[in-house]
C-alpha cells in the first residue's frame, strides 16, 4: 500500500521558520492533489493546505493564511509547506495525504475521508 512520507520538522522558536516535505515511493504525486494536516495534542487533527494536481491552485486554513504556503515540485515529485512566523499553537503533528477523488482537485480540507494514503507524520513543536 502506498503510503506518503513527511520530513522536515523540528523544534523552533517563535517567529522561526520551517519547511516541510511530502514524498512518496512508488507513486507520482504529480496526478494527485496533495493535503497537508495537523494533530496538536489532545486535538481532533484539522486540514491546514491543499494544492491542487494540474493547475496548482491552493487552499489554507485560515489560522495559516499569509504564514503558510502549500508549493510543489514535478521534477522531484515533492510537496512543500513552507512555514513562516510560526507561533506556539502551531506546535502539532503534520501529515501529508493525497486527494482520493479523480481530476486532481483538491477535496475539503473539512473532508478528511476523501484523502488517502497518509503519512506517519512529522513533528513541528514552537516553543520558547
Known amino acids: 500500500q502506498v503510503q506518503l512520507v513527511e520530513s522536515g520538522g523540528g523544534l523552533v522558536q517563535p517567529g522561526e521558520s520551517l519547511r516541510l516535505s511530502c514524498t512518496a515511493s512508488?507513486?507520482?504525486?504529480?496526478?494527485?492533489?496533495i493535503g497537508w494536516f495537523r494533530q496538536a495534542p489532545g486535538k481532533g487533527r484539522e486540514g491546514v493546505s491543499c494544492?491542487?494536481?494540474?493547475?496548482?491552485?491552493?487552499s489554507y486554513e485560515d489560522s495559516v493564511k499569509g504564514r503558510f504556503t502549500i508549493s510543489r515540485d514535478y521534477v522531484k515529485g515533492t510537496v512543500y509547506l513552507q512555514m513562516n512566523s510560526l507561533k506556539p499553537e502551531d506546535t502539532a503533528l503534520y501529515y501529508c495525504?493525497?486527494?482520493?477523488?479523480?481530476?486532481?482537485?483538491?477535496?475539503?480540507?473539512?473532508?478528511?475521508?476523501?484523502?488517502?494514503?497518509w503519512g506517519q507524520g512529522t513533528q513541528v513543536t514552537v516553543s520558547p
Open positions: 512508488g507513486l507520482r504525486l504529480d496526478n494527485y492533489a
Open positions: 494544492i491542487n494536481s494540474a493547475d496548482r491552485r491552493t
Open positions: 495525504a493525497r486527494g482520493g477523488g479523480g481530476g486532481g482537485w483538491c477535496p475539503s480540507l473539512n473532508n478528511q475521508a476523501d484523502f488517502r494514503s
